[in-house]
DNA sequence: CTGTTAGCGCTTTCAA
DNA sequence: TTGAAAGCGCTAACAG
């Protein structure tokens, strides 16, 4: 590292237009005539500053080719505009939808966003809580509401916004946007046990909110003395080969089955495949519900429902209720709830 | 902001654990009894810190519950360990697996990743480089080498390692991985020549790189003597219904048609329902082509051929390309291009 | 192996 | 409306 910064190199491009690399407020402040500090007041405050002054300013930038360091700069206002967002995995569509979601929202607030991926495995969130921390982010989006405790007490002495999103829970970190896994474990047994099933089978993913919904189906399920015959756990993330293999493993061991709730459309639709290649009717002798409700369903596999849960929405959702914390610095709001709620539709076939 | 910092606040846990807030190097060194750069090499260089020094270092972190800031290490290091990917969208499924495979290789090594999206327009893809390079990252990635003069020009002086993905090019930026989409626009041609195919359409989202591979398709038939009869742009991101549609209006122009080019997976399947409901068989009657090489394919509609291009390796590339530049800080080495090529496979059907 | 010194580039006081 | 002084938290370069 040189001791003493060099002059800024100048370089005059064919067009006769002067620029320069590595321009600091300080370079800009002296081609300007001004002082530095009135030259981060006229780009972050330009109504703090006489327009004339104002167009010394941008000119200089322009000529200087200055580029904000936001390193500097959030290192004393402690004020990054970054906002990290925790998933599992990219692999799930509706992860994809709410990175969509998430992103549009923040870039239109002039923030950005920074990405981190636990792959389903506490213990890689909690490394990866830490590393994102250490950038001192505006605020962190999770998935779930499942930490360690550690994840959770460096979380809450951060004191940085936090949304806990795709679950509900009673005793969140700071936020939480998302639905109940139970209810829809509850809303799919009634849906089935309406049309008729009793012999049931749950095929899913190794996914904790997945158990939820298990979890919720079998308990309703049991209200009404009816059991779950089997359940097949495959691995995450969920594949429509998975999905066949799962299916016929269950098939194979329970022919009689009359319904199948799956984890995720991924795997219904490897179910549906599976189904027809071994001549089995969905829906009249078997019914399939999935998850997530992707829409390729609707047009190339035989009736199935799915729970339509709509990610980009509680990306969006996730990150106003951030934006806004940041808005109200005076007094801490109370932390906030939302439930996006959740909707069995009809999917598939023409 | 106050002017002087005040004592740390000591939060004692339950558990008798001792825990702090915003503990800084200073803290850490005070309560391990060690200087701040002893602690900053403890944390950063293990190796050249006695045992014993490292362990009470250690102690003292855990005591103080401290978290770097890479906020201040950045500014004086210039090393962020932060990583721009920059894409026109997520919807297409094909970038949701760069994603992952780029942000894979980058918390392997230690880094993050931050994210930008473009929406296909080279403005909005100006704003976000300028606004990305205020955080000084230690490297970008870009989708296609088309952008504005001010993007090269500012990217060039950033003096960030760069690299442009998903095509070829000449006069790259910096490094290039991707394939030649002209090329691609070839080898469809002559697959398609090769099997009797005289009738040519094609259907297309508004995707310069898509529109390369037409151009490519276009050259190839022009000089066989055959030309395209009708091309269908659609509006990007490509969905189902839009390739059924844009299918629907082909037909409805040019019944005899015996090629559909599309320029995605998601356009080919929705033009293969199409087909189907429109009792054209497939492939007999009409090859369709799409691009991606989604797996849904495999299953559930008739037979096409796509052009397979592996998202995860070009992010994965792309990810390492960075990170060896980054380790040889001697001296520039020369720009790099890697072709990593593509295939036309057969998918679909059963 | 460890410490001292000197900033990185910016924004927050406070004063003019 | 503008400026001067101070320092955010850390690490590079030397010494010791």
């Not at 995720?264 to 999935?290: N, Y």
């Amino acid at each position: 590292m040189e001791s003493k910064r060099p002059d800024l190199r100048i370089l005059t491009t064919p067009t006769a237009q002067v620029q320069v690399s590595g321009a600091t407020l300080v370079d800009v402040a002296r081609v300007a005539g001004v002082s530095p500090i009135t030259v981060s007041r006229a780009l972050n405050h330009p109504h703090l500053v006489r327009p004339n002054t104002l167009a010394k300013v941008q000119a200089a930038v322009q000529e200087t080719g200055y580029v904000k360091n936001m390193l500097a700069g959030g290192l004393v206002s402690s004020r990054t505009k970054l906002v990290a967002l925790m998933l599992p995995t990219i692999s799930n569509q509706i992860f994809a939808d709410m990175i969509q979601g998430t992103s549009d929202t923040l870039t239109e607030a002039g923030y950005q966003l920074l990405l981190g991926f636990s792959g389903y495995e506490e213990w890689r969130e909690e490394i990866l809580v830490e590393t994102i921390l250490s950038r001192r982010p505006d605020g962190i989006i999770l998935t779930g509401t499942l930490h360690t405790d550690n994840t959770r007490r460096r979380l809450k002495l951060a004191n940085t916004p936090v949304v806990e999103t795709w679950d509900m829970t009673t005793t969140p970190i700071d936020m939480v946007i998302g639905f109940s896994h139970e209810e829809v474990g509850h809303a799919t047994a009634a849906h089935l046990l309406q049309r008729g099933c009793r012999r049931f089978a749950i095929l899913t993913a190794s996914d904790p909110r997945a158990a939820r919904r298990n979890q919720g189906l079998q308990v309703a399920l049991a209200k009404q003395g009816v059991s779950v015959l089997a359940t097949h756990v495959a691995p995450v993330p969920g594949t429509l080969p998975l999905g066949r293999e799962g299916m016929a493993q269950l098939l194979q061991a329970h022919p009689a089955l009359d319904a199948v709730v799956c984890s995720s459309d991924t795997l219904a639709h490897g179910a549906l495949i599976e189904a027809a290649s071994r001549g089995v009717r969905v829906p009249e002798q078997l019914k399939v519900v999935g998850f997530g409700d992707l829409n390729f369903s609707s047009h190339t596999v035989p009736p199935l429902t799915t729970v339509r849960v709509d990610g980009a929405r509680i990306g969006t959702l996730a990150a106003q209720a951030i934006l806004e914390r940041l808005e109200h610095t005076a007094g801490q709001q109370p932390a906030r709830a939302i439930n996006t709620g959740f909707e069995l539709v009809p999917r598939g076939s023409s």
